[in-house]
């Protein structure tokens, strides 16, 4: 909604920062079909501009983006009604939680997707907490092999809130994906 309400001071920002890509993450609006096809009617606009720019335009689907839609989900009907150019960047934490078969999505529409992120969870009292990568409940070897087989060009660790200093937690995230075996 940020992005969505600052447009013109956000193609500004990455203008200025020199910065090739713009995200948006969620949809707006109810999760059904109209609002999805709205949506994806409005991000095609968006891409079409950003084109002419140079600029890429990414739609990274939080875990209530996934809601059943046909044969597929809301995110689905999404990359069906826009552009080609336009990425997906999938946040494997939010596509876990939302019960996606990882590899089938990253299969399907591997050839659009230009990131992925990496946090971990631990379930608790509150629903869950996040914790650094590898030390959650995301079986992460299948998830991070098929990101590499869908030849997704970057791996990115993330955690936004986190119990001890974020950059230990950021430290641990990497060494263990190094240990899967990414590199920088």
């Not at 309400?5 to 059904?32: F, V």
């Not at 890429?56 to 209530?64: A, E, N």
């Not at 009292?125 to 650094?132: E, K, N, V, W, Y």
């Not at 119990?163 to 937690?169: H, L």
Request: proline share 7%.
């Amino acid at each position: 909604p940020q992005v969505l309400a600052n447009w013109e001071y956000t193609l500004q920002l990455n203008r200025l920062c020199g910065s090739r890509h713009i995200c948006l993450s969620g949809i707006p609006g109810a999760d059904d079909r109209e609002h999805c096809l709205a949506f994806a009617d409005q991000l095609s606009r968006m891409a079409e501009g950003l084109r002419r720019e140079g600029m890429v335009l990414s739609f990274h689907p939080l875990s209530r983006d996934y809601v059943p839609e046909g044969e597929g989900t809301l995110v689905d009907l999404l990359l069906e009604n826009t552009p080609p150019d336009l990425c997906l960047g999938v946040d494997l934490y939010h596509a876990v939680r939302a019960g996606q078969d990882v590899p089938a999505l990253l299969g399907r529409w591997g050839e659009r997707v230009d990131f992925v992120h990496c946090k971990d969870y631990r379930p608790d009292a509150a629903g869950s907490r996040l914790t650094p990568v590898g030390q959650g409940v995301i079986n992460w070897p299948p998830l991070l092999a098929a990101a590499r087989d869908a030849g997704v060009p970057w791996v990115f660790a993330e955690q936004e809130t986190w119990e001890q200093d974020a950059f230990v937690c950021m430290a641990q995230s990497l060494d263990y994906l190094q240990k899967q075996g990414l590199t920088l």
